[in-house]
């Protein structure tokens, strides 16, 4: 059994099946994004010397668990068109790591990422967050936290509401990019921002992604703009001149901010991830030896696991849970010991 990695080995494992249907080898100039170009001719010059390499892995593989948002969207639209070849558990929607890495990680890692790579004081600037989920909300709290004064772009009214009621301003890019100090992008989507948004920027604006890939920002378009220098400031800190004069000073590449100019998340909330991640793979094994209930589709991780998670980690914080009596526990329909809340509970 494996963790399945996500977007790049996820689209990769598709053209090896289209490999072996029928014979066709994968194309690393169908795609812009360097690292899975990179993926794709590994694979062309792999594939001729034994053509069967992976579907012999395919059949050995019980299972596969998933981390990330993106991962989990390419992994569906695999099982959607039957192309899953084993069954896959999405951890990354398991509470104890949606509502704990996404959120509390980011919202530590966004603010130490800027502040080693720029040295800039957050607190006074405008600061956007683009995208209002679990990663986003972590973004806005800390970025408020330090000062900035946040405003939020979403498509999903839900998250726009719930971004209004935490106090920050909804608004578009094109309402507020003249104006704002630091951008960041944390959507999972490409594109998010564009050329002409980067044209309209301050002179010297923050421009970061803590979403998924460098096509956040548009970063093609961007260096191949005519008459473009770059400028290096510093390792993973580069101003991004145009002609006129103006430049947007962009981290890391556009690639993952806390990844490139800090350290990533903290040991203790990614303590809980990894923990998902093994209780995953366990799930995984003992439905290959003894249940056999999961078939080729994408499961989320049982409840009792995921509460398990958060009960081994609460130890170290100091906390005590207070425990049902069997007439509270029938009162409410739980068990003394749990699961105490039902799949659609929303944290």
Not at 88 to 101: E, H, L, Q, Y
Not at 219 to 232: A, I
Not at 295 to 303: E, F, I, M, T
Request: charged letters at 20%.
């Amino acid at each position: 059994m494996g963790v399945m990695p996500p977007y790049s080995s996820t689209r990769a494992r598709s053209s090896r099946i289209s490999t072996q249907k029928d014979g066709s080898l994968p194309d690393p100039a169908s795609t812009t994004n360097a690292e899975f170009k990179c993926i794709l001719q590994l694979l062309k010059d792999s594939i001729p010397l034994d053509k069967t390499k992976y579907s012999r892995m395919a059949l050995r593989c019980k299972g596969v668990s998933e981390e990330t948002t993106t991962g989990v969207l390419r992994l569906r639209a695999m099982a959607a068109k039957n192309e899953l070849l084993f069954p896959a558990i999405n951890v990354n929607d398991c509470v104890t790591k949606s509502k704990f890495d996404n959120v509390y990680g980011c919202r530590h890692s966004l603010p130490d990422s800027i502040m080693r790579a720029t040295d800039v004081m957050i607190g006074g600037k405008r600061a956007l967050v683009c995208g209002y989920g679990d990663v986003g909300k972590g973004c806005a709290f800390a970025l408020r936290g330090a000062g900035a004064r946040v405003l939020i772009t979403e498509i999903d009214p839900i998250n726009a509401l719930q971004a209004c009621m935490e106090g920050f301003q909804v608004v578009t890019m094109e309402d507020c990019v003249h104006e704002i100090d630091i951008f960041t992008s944390a959507t999972g989507n490409f594109k998010i921002i564009t050329l002409e948004h980067m044209k309209k920027m301050k002179n010297n604006a923050i421009v970061c992604n803590i979403g998924h890939f460098d096509n956040e920002i548009d970063m093609e378009d961007l260096e191949q703009f005519p008459g473009m220098t770059v400028e290096n400031i510093k390792p993973q800190v580069d101003r991004f001149v145009f002609p006129k004069g103006n430049g947007v000073i962009v981290l890391a590449s556009g690639r993952l901010v806390n990844l490139g100019c800090a350290t990533g998340h903290p040991s203790f909330v990614m303590s809980c991830s990894f923990t998902n991640q093994v209780l995953a793979q366990l799930d995984l094994l003992k439905n290959w030896k003894e249940t056999k209930a999961y078939k080729n589709d994408v499961y989320l991780l049982p409840k009792h696991l995921d509460e398990k998670v958060a009960l081994l980690h609460l130890p170290a914080l100091g906390a005590h849970l207070t425990t049902l009596s069997q007439e509270q526990a029938d009162y409410i329909g739980v068990k003394v010991n749990g699961p105490f809340k039902n799949d659609t509970y929303r944290y």
